[in-house]
């Protein structure tokens, strides 16, 4: 195997690497009781939304957490989807959930390292051959990289990379999870999370974007 790699690629990593450890600073500076780096310690809950009669369409939201903050996000796709009278499960991909039986699938992930944690992009590209036959959305959690210029869209965009390579998307959706805090994190964690893109401030979970995008979701 060649292990060689191009300047572009060594930055690349650098700068994701950057990203963490910026992340990982900030929020290691937070309090204790905020921020659980022990994902075994992070509750990873199933929801169930709307009513499952013969004409309802069952849809899967399923979801990837470290901290927890994506699980409010999954939690709320579906619950907008059961008032729209969709039969829906939120489930963690931590549980392996099979995609089979669902008329329309919801997939997302927090974003570590420029990327979406490992169990979501792994249970993708597991089951691409069913995604492939029914409607796909996808979103992201993420705290860096939320502004509107060329540089930030493109970065945010590729978060995304790796699950449109295993599957077709319907929509796609970036939210802003949660960002080191002014009352739980140090100045120089703030400054280090700002310097690398960062755009949350705290809990910058915005319920009304969320709740419009799965309104609009065509499944
Ligand atoms: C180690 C680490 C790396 C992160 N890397 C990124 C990143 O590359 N880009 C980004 O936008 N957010 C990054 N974040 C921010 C998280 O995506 C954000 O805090 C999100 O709300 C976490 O979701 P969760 O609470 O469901 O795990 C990172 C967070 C941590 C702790």
Redesign the pocket.
């Known amino acids: 195997m060649d292990t060689t790699i191009d300047r572009r690629e060594f930055v690349r990593i650098g700068a994701?690497a950057g990203?963490?450890t910026a992340?990982?600073l900030?929020?290691g500076c937070s309090s204790a009781g905020t921020?659980k780096?022990d994902e075994s310690e992070?509750e990873t809950p199933s929801f169930k939304y709307g009513e499952e009669t013969g004409m309802s369409k069952r849809v899967l939201v399923g979801?990837?957490?470290?901290?927890?903050?994506?699980?409010g996000?999954a939690e709320a796709i579906g619950r907008t989807l059961g008032e729209r009278g969709y039969a829906v499960d939120v489930k963690p991909f931590r549980d392996k959930p099979s995609p089979g039986g669902y008329d329309a699938v919801v997939v997302g992930?927090?974003?570590?390292?420029?990327?979406w944690?490992p169990e979501a992009i792994g249970w993708v590209e597991s089951n691409s051959s069913v995604l492939r036959d029914v409607p796909t959305a996808a979103y992201?959690?993420?705290?860096?990289?939320?502004g509107a210029d060329e540089k930030q869209t493109r970065k945010?965009t590729a978060?995304l990379d790796k699950v449109r390579d295993a599957v077709t998307l319907a929509a796609e959706g970036f939210f802003?999870?949660?960002?080191p805090a002014a009352d739980d994190s140090s100045l120089i964690a703030r400054w280090a999370f700002k310097a690398f893109?960062?755009?949350?401030e705290g809990d910058a979970?915005d319920w009304d974007k969320i709740k419009a995008w799965a309104e609009g979701l065509e499944l």
Not at 63 to 71: F, K
Not at 109 to 115: E, L, R, T, V
Not at 176 to 179: A, F, R, S, V
Not at 197 to 200: M, R, V
């Open positions: 994701c990203a963490a992340l990982a900030a929020v921020a780096s992070v979801y990837a957490t470290r901290t927890g903050s994506t699980t996000v992930s927090a974003i570590n390292g420029g990327a944690l992201c959690v993420h705290s860096m990289n939320g945010r978060y802003l999870g949660k960002g893109g960062g755009t949350a979970r």
